[in-house]
C-alpha cells in the first residue's frame, strides 16, 4: 500500500526498483548509520524506564491527609469506556459527607485511556507512572483501595502536569 | 371552549385551565418548578414565564387562567431570556454538588441547566453556606443550600400529608426551609417529597448515596405492602433491590405511595432469610435437595393420604396466576373442597391510600371463589380429620392458633420466599420466587387488576433472554466481573411449583409462562373474561363486577 492509500502494483515500479539490488543497499545503509547514533534500547529489567510527566501508567487514587480525596461521584466508573470502574458510595462525617465504600478497576479491562482522570471533579483519580502489571489471575487483575490509593506526596509531579496543561 | 393560540398554533381549551395546563395537554412544555398539578398554584418560581399579548409585562404561566383570543408565546425572545434570567438567578447560590448529589440524573434544575440557560454564571463572590443534613423526619433528610425555595414539600405537607410541619424562616438568600420547633415531619407519606422537590435537597434516609440513578435499572410493578396496590417502580442494581419509586396512576395512588410500602416491602427480596434452595424433612432434619426430589417428596407424602385429609391454603400474597393454579391442583388433581386463604389486616383504611387489608391480593383469591373462612380447616386439623397441608406464600404459623394446628400435621407442604415460622414446621419446603421475580397479577380492593413485572433475576432467569429491564451493567457484564455477580436465588414462580407437583402426581399441564395461565384463568373465572396482559398495560383493568357491567373507578 502506498501513503494515499493507493495499492501498488508489480507494474507500476520503476526500472531501479524492480533490479532490487539498489534497494537492498539503501537499507543497509540505514542500518549501518544506526550504528553510530545514540542507544535508546534499555536493558530492562536490570534498568528501568522513568515515563516523562504526561505518561498515561495505571490509574490511581490519591490519599490526602489519610483519606481518600474521592468521594464516589461515580462519574469516572460512567465515563470509563472498558466499564473498569466499581464504585460503592456511602456516607462520611467528614465534610466531603461521601466516600467510597468500595473502590475497585479492574485492570484488566483497564485500556488506560484517562479518561477518568479527566472527569474526575476532585483530582481524586490520576494517571501514574507505574506501567508494570503483571498477574496470574482475573481475580487478581481487580485492584482494591488497598493497592489503588497513594499519598499525595508520590504523585505530585502528575497534579503539576495535569495544572499546567488544563 | 376558548380559543387560544400559543406560540401560533391555534387550540380549542377548556376555559378553567391554566395557561401551564393548556399547553401541557397539548404537548408543550412549559418550564417550572413550584408548579404541580397535584398542589396549589404557588407561583413563586418564576421559572413558567411566557409572553402573553397585550399583556404589559411577561406573566406566570402556572396561576394565569386561559382566555378567549389568548395569544401565548413561550419560547419568544423576551421568554427566553426571563428564562436565562430565572435561572442565573436560582445558581447564585445553589451549590456545585451535582457530583455528590442523589438527584443528579433526575433533576429538573440540571436538566433545566442544559435547556433553559445559557450555562454561565456572573457571580464570583463567596456562595451563601448552609446546613448539609438537616433531619426533617425519620425518613427524609434536607441539604438546605440545594433548596430552591419553591415550597412543593411545604404544600404537600399542608394539603396532601395533613402534617403542616414544613415552613421557610429567615429572608433573602439566608432563607432556610425547616420543620416548626419541636415537630418532625413524620407523615406516613413523608417520603413523597423526595420525588416532588424538582432538585436534590431531599434525600431519602434509606437509599442516600446508595447508588447513582444510571447504573440502576427500573422496572414497572406495584406495592405489595396493602390492598391498595400503588403503581410502583423497582430500580435495581447488580441483581439487588436499592429503591421502591412511586409511578403515577390516577385510579389508585396519583403520584404517591407510603413510606411503609416504600421501606417494608423489598429488603426481604434481598435479604439473607431467603430460602435457599428446595429442603425436605428427613428423621428431624432439614436435608436440601434438588427440586425434582423435593417434588418428588411431595408428590409421594401427598398421595399417602386420602383426598378428605388434605386441605390447601390458598394465599393473598401470591398473583391470581399461583393461586388458580393452585386452585386447579386442589380440585382435580388432589380432589378436595377444603381450600381456603388467610387474611391479614391490621389498623385502618385512611383517607389518602393507606388500606387495612395488608396483601396485594386478596380481591384476586375471591374472585376466584376461595373464600376466607379458614377456621372449618383449622379445626378438622386440630380434630384430626384433616392429616395433611399444602400452603402457598404466607407465614401462617405466625397465628399461634395455627401454629398450634400445623405442628399437630402428619404432613406439611409449604412454598416460600423466606424461611419463617411455617417453614420451621414444614416437610418440604419449596422456594418461590419473590413478586420482584416473577409475572403475574394482583387485584387491589378496588377490583382493579394490575400486572407486576420481574425486576430481579433467580438462577434460572437470564435478564436479556426474557426481556428484564436492564442497565448499563447488566448489559455489559462479563463472567469475570464482580459487579455482574449479584446474588441470585434458586426460586420458582408458584404457579410453576404446582404445575411440576401435578406432573408427579401424573397430570400433565402445559403453562409455559404466567401469561398462559392468566389466558386459561380468564377464560374459567367470570370477572376475568376478556382480559389479556396487553389489556391490563400499566395501569391495570377493572374486573367485571358479577351483574356484568363494567363500572369506573
Ligand atoms: S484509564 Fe480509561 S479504561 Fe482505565 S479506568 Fe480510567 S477511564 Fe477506565
Ligand atoms: S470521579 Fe473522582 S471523585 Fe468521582 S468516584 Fe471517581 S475518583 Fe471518586
Ligand atoms: S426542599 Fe425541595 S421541594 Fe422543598 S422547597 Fe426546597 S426545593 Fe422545594
Ligand atoms: S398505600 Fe399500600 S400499596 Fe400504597 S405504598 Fe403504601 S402499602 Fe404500598
Ligand atoms: S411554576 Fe409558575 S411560578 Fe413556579
Known amino acids: 500500500m502506498s501513503q494515499n492509500g493507493k495499492m501498488i502494483r508489480k507494474e507500476d515500479l520503476s526500472f531501479w526498483q524492480r533490479i532490487y539490488i539498489p534497494e537492498i543497499l539503501k537499507g543497509l545503509r540505514l542500518t549501518f548509520m544506526a550504528l553510530f547514533r545514540r542507544k535508546i534500547t534499555i536493558q530492562y529489567p536490570e534498568k528501568r524506564f522513568t515515563p516523562p510527566d504526561s505518561f498515561r501508567g495505571r490509574p490511581v487514587l490519591v490519599e490526602e491527609n489519610g483519606v481518600e480525596r474521592c468521594v464516589a461521584c461515580g462519574l469516572c466508573s460512567r465515563v470509563c469506556p472498558a466499564l473498569a470502574i466499581e464504585v460503592q458510595a456511602n456516607e462520611t462525617a467528614l465534610e466531603k459527607e461521601r466516600y467510597p465504600e468500595k473502590f475497585e478497576i479492574n485492570m484488566v479491562r483497564c485500556i488506560f485511556c484517562g479518561f477518568c482522570e479527566e472527569v474526575c471533579p476532585e483530582e481524586a483519580i490520576i494517571m501514574s507512572k507505574e506501567y508494570e502489571l503483571v498477574f496470574e489471575s482475573q481475580e487478581e487483575a481487580v485492584f482494591g483501595k488497598d493497592k489503588l490509593l497513594v499519598p499525595i506526596e508520590k504523585v505530585r509531579d502528575r497534579l503539576e502536569f495535569l495544572h499546567k496543561h488544563r | ?553
Open chain 2, 1 to 553: 371552549m376558548a380559543t387560544i393560540t400559543i406560540d401560533e398554533k391555534k387550540f380549542e381549551v377548556d376555559p378553567q385551565l391554566t395557561v401551564i395546563q393548556a399547553a401541557a395537554q397539548q404537548g408543550i412544555e412549559i418550564p417550572h418548578f413550584c408548579y404541580h398539578p397535584k398542589l396549589s398554584v404557588a407561583g413563586n418560581c418564576r421559572m413558567c414565564l411566557v409572553e402573553i399579548e397585550k399583556m404589559p409585562k411577561l406573566a406566570i404561566a402556572c396561576a394565569t387562567q386561559v382566555a378567549d383570543g389568548m395569544v401565548v408565546k413561550t419560547r419568544s425572545e423576551r421568554v427566553l431570556k426571563a428564562q436565562h434570567a430565572v435561572m442565573e438567578f436560582l445558581l447564585i447560590n445553589h451549590p456545585l454538588d451535582c457530583p455528590i448529589c442523589d438527584e443528579a440524573g433526575e433533576c429538573k434544575l440540571q436538566d433545566y441547566a442544559y435547556k433553559y440557560s445559557i450555562g454561565a454564571s456572573r457571580f464570583d463572590e463567596d456562595k451563601v453556606h448552609k446546613p448539609k443534613r438537616y433531619p426533617l423526619g425519620p425518613n427524609v433528610i434536607l441539604d438546605v443550600e440545594r433548596c430552591i425555595m419553591c415550597s412543593r414539600c411545604v404544600r404537600f405537607a399542608d394539603e396532601i400529608a395533613h402534617q403542616p410541619v414544613l415552613t421557610f424562616t429567615q429572608r433573602g438568600d439566608h432563607v432556610v426551609l425547616t420543620t416548626f420547633p419541636e415537630t418532625q415531619f413524620d407523615s406516613p407519606y413523608s417520603m413523597n417529597v423526595i420525588e416532588l422537590c424538582p432538585v436534590g435537597a431531599l434525600t431519602s434516609t434509606d437509599f442516600r448515596f446508595r447508588a447513582r440513578v444510571w447504573e440502576m435499572s427500573s422496572t414497572e410493578s406495584v406495592c405489595v405492602g396493602c390492598a391498595r396496590g400503588c403503581n410502583i417502580n423497582i430500580w435495581v442494581r447488580n441483581n439487588e433491590i436499592l429503591r421502591l419509586t412511586p409511578r403515577q396512576n390516577e385510579d389508585v395512588n396519583s403520584f404517591w405511595m407510603c413510606d411503609e410500602g416504600r421501606l417494608g416491602t423489598f429488603k426481604f427480596v434481598n435479604g439473607p432469610g431467603r430460602v435457599s434452595s428446595p429442603w425436605i424433612r428427613k428423621d428431624d432434619r432439614k436435608v436440601t435437595v434438588g427440586w425434582d426430589e423435593a417434588i418428588a417428596a411431595a408428590a409421594s407424602g401427598l398421595k399417602a393420604f386420602k383426598k378428605g385429609e388434605i386441605a390447601g391454603l390458598a394465599s393473598a400474597y401470591a398473583t391470581n396466576e399461583d393461586n388458580f393454579a393452585f386452585l386447579k391442583f386442589m380440585r382435580d388433581v388432589v380432589g378436595t373442597k377444603a381450600i381456603a386463604f388467610l387474611e391479614h389486616t391490621a389498623g385502618e383504611d385512611d383517607d389518602l391510600l393507606i388500606r387495612a387489608d395488608k396483601t396485594p391480593n386478596a380481591g384476586g383469591v375471591r374472585a376466584l371463589g376461595i373464600g376466607s373462612n379458614a377456621d372449618s380447616i383449622l379445626r378438622r386439623i386440630n380434630d384430626g380429620a384433616i392429616r395433611a397441608l399444602y400452603a402457598l406464600e404466607d407465614d401462617i404459623a405466625a397465628n399461634p392458633d395455627w401454629k398450634n394446628a400445623l405442628a399437630k400435621l402428619e404432613f406439611l407442604v409449604v412454598h416460600s420466599p423466606v424461611e419463617n415460622a411455617t417453614t420451621e414446621l414444614a416437610d418440604v419446603v419449596l422456594p418461590a420466587s419473590t413478586y420482584a421475580e416473577k409475572h403475574g397479577t394482583f387485584v387491589n380492593f378496588q377490583k382493579r387488576v394490575q400486572r407486576i413485572r420481574p425486576a430481579v433475576a433467580t438462577t434460572e432467569q437470564d435478564r436479556a433472554l426474557d426481556g428484564f429491564a436492564m442497565s448499563r451493567w447488566d448489559k455489559f457484564a462479563s463472567h469475570n466481573d464482580r459487579w455482574g455477580k449479584g446474588p441470585r436465588r434458586d426460586a420458582r414462580p408458584s404457579w410453576r411449583i404446582v404445575q411440576s407437583l401435578a406432573g408427579a402426581m401424573g397430570t400433565k399441564w402445559k403453562f409455559t409462562t404466567a401469561e398462559n395461565v392468566f389466558a386459561e384463568l380468564a377464560e374459567n373465572v367470570p370477572e376475568f373474561k376478556g382480559l389479556r396482559y396487553l389489556s391490563i398495560g400499566t395501569r391495570g383493568a377493572l374486573l367485571r363486577t358479577p351483574q356484568r357491567v363494567t363500572e369506573k373507578a
